[in-house]
């Protein structure tokens, strides 16, 4: 995978944050943690991306006719069928 440098500015507050997590052995070098902070960052948006798409899913899929018990014996199911229940 090919590398791109990229030249980034912090406050002295933010690089003194850096330096600790560094000292403290978490990571060897800056390069490291920010990488480490964007790994993170595409996770944490993967998630929500997925979660945003199931509400758009359920909001348009209008008004169900089944009773809460009904959805609740679904769900049992479903869980059931697939080892989790």
Do not use: C
């Amino acid at each position: 995978m090919a590398t791109i440098r990229k030249t980034i500015t912090f406050t002295e507050k933010q690089d003194k944050w850096i330096k600790s997590q560094i000292e403290a052995g978490e990571f060897t070098n800056d390069s490291e943690y920010l990488r480490d902070l964007v790994r993170h960052d595409i996770a944490k948006n993967t998630k929500f991306s997925a979660l945003k798409a199931a509400i758009t899913e359920g909001m348009e899929s209008g008004i169900s006719e089944k009773s809460v018990p009904d959805i609740m014996k679904e769900v049992e199911e479903r869980m059931k069928a697939d080892g989790r229940l």
